[in-house]
């Protein structure tokens, strides 16, 4: 069993930044692929980065790329999500998934992850 929690979330002005983290336990942690996902009120979850077990390969939704970051710490069983130029429509929770594998496989497909962590709210002011 995995356990994640986040942390980081918050109210931003837009154009600003944040930084969310993933602490993650119960498992050897680079053996976990990650990833962010987000939920805006009404709409879907949708797929917002992914991280390989080493840290060697990132993936990004397109809306994302240029603006997010996603990195992992292997020895702080730790995976962040920098987030630079915030717009309103970044308001949403934020929801931290592993999945039992060390590559990411269809990244971008919430059905391919194991564990989720409890969401943390970022709101972003226009």
């Known amino acids: 069993q995995v356990q994640l929690i986040e942390s980081g979330g918050g109210l931003v002005q837009a154009g600003g930044s944040l930084r969310l983290s993933c602490a993650a336990s119960?498992?050897?942690?680079?053996?976990?692929?990650m990833a962010w996902f987000r939920q805006a009120p009404g709409k879907e979850r949708e797929f917002v980065a992914a991280?390989?077990?080493?840290?060697?390969?990132?993936y990004y939704a397109d809306s994302m790329k240029g603006r997010f970051t996603i990195s992992r710490d292997n020895a702080r069983n730790t995976v962040y999500l920098q987030m630079n130029s915030l717009k309103a429509e970044d308001t949403a929770v934020y929801y931290c998934?592993?999945?039992?594998?060390?590559?990411?496989?269809?990244?971008?497909?919430?059905?391919?992850?194991?564990?989720w962590g409890q969401g943390t709210q970022v709101t972003v002011s226009s």
């Open positions: 998934a592993a999945r039992s594998a060390s590559y990411v496989g269809t990244y971008y497909d919430d059905h391919e992850y194991n564990y």
């Open positions: 119960g498992r050897t942690f680079s053996r976990l692929a």
């Open positions: 991280i390989s077990g080493s840290g060697g390969r990132t």
